[in-house]
């Protein structure tokens, strides 16, 4: 049975090593003109803050003129699950320069040096805790998977906890930092009251410990006359969903950000739940209840102690959730990531003098 369990083990971490491998780019001799940027993206459709996030970096250095593009395996690709018109092309139909930027993320880590050596390459690393996963330590050198890798100009992050984290761990590699967007047009408050309803993301990680804490509220009684309401769907339909929730749960597990917390934030859900650790900077306990990692008495604890406020004093928590709306959309716009994009792709195309 052992052996049996290994095997399958085995053949599963096969699969996705395999599944990591960047597609094969071409080559073009470098001829002059401005430097183009290519994005490699996971061919996903299905809900993905770090594609959604992508797909948007590709958006905002094309309104900044600079000439940008995300790149698919697969032909006539394209994510539909949020509105885009983003440009996207075939990594078979793209030829690389010299003087272009490869833009991939920590997926690819363990195949980083399959990437043509000539061409700059940035690691987008949305998931710093990712960052070994497929790279084993015993059959890997100190830094791995980036050092040696030809070209590697640096690491993109985003945020504080991940940029900290790489920094330390790879010393002798530059790190930046470009916020995520919640977008307004999308994750806003609405307005009217809300009703007494607690959503939480139907997929994603932590199933088991979710499922857990529900059990625990019930065997409370909890919550007595409001209604659970798990979410999912396409971007509109999740933004929609969190506007008629007045609590959102965040399950969120070592992540780099964790966007559906602060989108549930921007949709005016007062959010009580895991900050993943990345989310650390925005779970600011003045508009939100962060509790401690896996401590689900805790959570229970707090969910609970949400709903006593909301029934006791409903204009003071529908303040406070407003308040965290306006805090995460002041902080996570476009016009910020425009910034953060701007000067680290200026310093990076600028020709050294």
């Not at 094969?24 to 994005?39: H, I, K, L, Q, S």
């Not at 979710?210 to 769907?233: D, K, N, Q, Y």
């Amino acid at each position: 049975m052992a052996m049996a369990s290994q095997m399958l083990r085995a053949a599963r971490d096969r699969r996705d090593l395999a599944g990591r491998r960047p597609p094969r780019f071409g080559a073009a001799e470098d001829t002059g003109g401005p430097p183009r940027v290519y994005y490699l993206s996971p061919d996903l459709d299905k809900p993905s803050g770090g594609v959604r996030t992508i797909y948007r970096h590709a958006d905002v250095l094309d309104s900044l003129g600079i000439e940008a593009a995300v790149v698919h395996s697969r032909s006539g690709f394209r994510c539909t699950w949020f509105a885009n018109d983003t440009r996207v092309e075939a990594a078979a139909d793209v030829r690389l320069r010299a003087s272009d930027v490869l833009v991939v993320t920590e997926w690819h880590g363990p195949w980083l040096h399959t990437l043509p050596a000539a061409v700059r390459k940035i690691v987008f690393n949305q998931g710093p805790y990712c960052t070994f996963d497929a790279t084993p330590y015993e059959e890997s050198g100190a830094g791995a998977p980036y050092a040696g890798v030809a070209g590697l100009e640096g690491l993109l992050t985003v945020s504080e906890d991940g940029e900290r984290l790489l920094r330390w761990t790879f010393p002798s590699l530059p790190v930046h930092r470009a916020r995520p967007v919640v977008d307004r047009a999308v994750f806003h408050p609405g307005t009217g009251p809300r009703p007494r309803r607690i959503g939480y993301l139907s997929r994603g990680r932590r199933a088991e410990e979710r499922e857990m804490l529900l059990h625990m509220l019930r065997s409370r009684g909890v919550p007595a006359g409001w209604e659970l309401t798990p979410i999912s769907g396409s971007e509109a339909e999740v933004a929609a969903a969190m506007r008629e929730c007045a609590i959102f749960l965040s399950f969120g597990f070592r992540e780099g950000f964790g966007l559906p917390p602060a989108e549930a934030m921007a949709s005016g859900c007062y959010v009580v739940g895991y900050s993943s650790l990345g989310g650390a900077e925005f779970f600011d306990p003045a508009y939100c209840t962060p509790v401690p990692e896996c401590d689900l008495y805790a959570y229970g604890v707090a969910v609970e102690d949400a709903i006593r406020r909301y029934q006791e004093s409903p204009g003071e928590m529908d303040a406070v959730r407003l308040k965290a709306s306006a805090a995460v959309l002041g902080r996570y716009d476009v016009e910020g990531l425009t910034g953060d994009l701007s000067t680290f792709y200026s310093a990076l195309l600028t020709p050294a003098a």
